[in-house]
């Protein structure tokens, strides 16, 4: 249970940290002007070779929270296994070399 508490304080440290950081680059991005390139009226041409866009959306910047609650669980899935893998290694480490110390006794 100690192990499991450790990795729950973590993943809750890794949550708020992630958050802090969605919302600050959600108010960076916010606050500046657009690009020259974003200014551009809906009649101008598109640059040769560029696509049209897609249709429901603007591509890539139109993300849906849904996509973005599958990252963060990905994410924290990853830093999950980890910081439980650390852990293993620690308590594993430690086990190996109380039980030398009661063998050299």
Do not use: C, H
């Not at 304080?9 to 890794?14: D, E, N, Q, S, V």
């Not at 020259?36 to 041409?45: K, L, Q, V």
């Not at 640059?47 to 897609?54: F, I, K, N, S, V």
Request: glycine share 14%.
């Amino acid at each position: 249970m100690k192990t499991l508490g450790r990795i729950l304080i973590i993943l809750a440290a890794f949550a708020l940290i992630m958050g802090i950081a969605y919302v600050a680059v959600n108010a960076i991005s916010a606050s500046g002007t657009a690009p020259a390139f974003e200014r551009r009226g809906a009649g101008s041409p598109r640059p040769e070779g560029a696509r049209p866009p897609l249709p429901g959306g603007e591509g890539r910047g139109g993300g849906s929270i849904l996509r973005l609650m599958f990252g963060f669980v990905r994410n924290a899935g990853i830093v999950a296994v980890i910081v439980a893998l650390v852990v293993w290694l620690q308590d594993f480490l430690e086990k190996r070399r109380r039980t030398a110390q009661q063998a050299a006794r």
